[in-house]
């Protein structure tokens, strides 16, 4: 992946579409993107926010669990 479209989806909504262990599939903004879930197996059409975890060097899924921070 490069490392201009980890930036770009950094912090992005999307859903996963598949779940090929260990890795899964989101679409975000009509782009499908490899990821790994947070938690892992997460079923398609689970709402996640993407994030870039620059120490693996890779995009992560973590599941939107609705909750508001503030």
């Given at each position: 992946m490069t490392?201009?479209?980890a930036?770009?989806?950094h912090g992005r909504a999307g859903r996963t579409v598949?779940?090929?262990a260990?890795?899964?599939y989101v679409l975000v903004?009509?782009?499908?993107?490899r990821m790994v879930p947070e938690p892992?197996?997460?079923p398609p059409g689970t709402p996640?926010?993407?994030?870039?975890?620059?120490?693996r060097r890779l995009l992560v899924a973590h599941e939107d669990t609705g909750a508001v921070s503030g």
């Amino acid at each position: 992946m490069t490392r201009g479209m980890a930036e770009w989806a950094h912090g992005r909504a999307g859903r996963t579409v598949t779940w090929p262990a260990p890795e899964a599939y989101v679409l975000v903004d009509g782009v499908l993107l490899r990821m790994v879930p947070e938690p892992p197996g997460l079923p398609p059409g689970t709402p996640v926010t993407v994030r870039h975890d620059r120490a693996r060097r890779l995009l992560v899924a973590h599941e939107d669990t609705g909750a508001v921070s503030g």
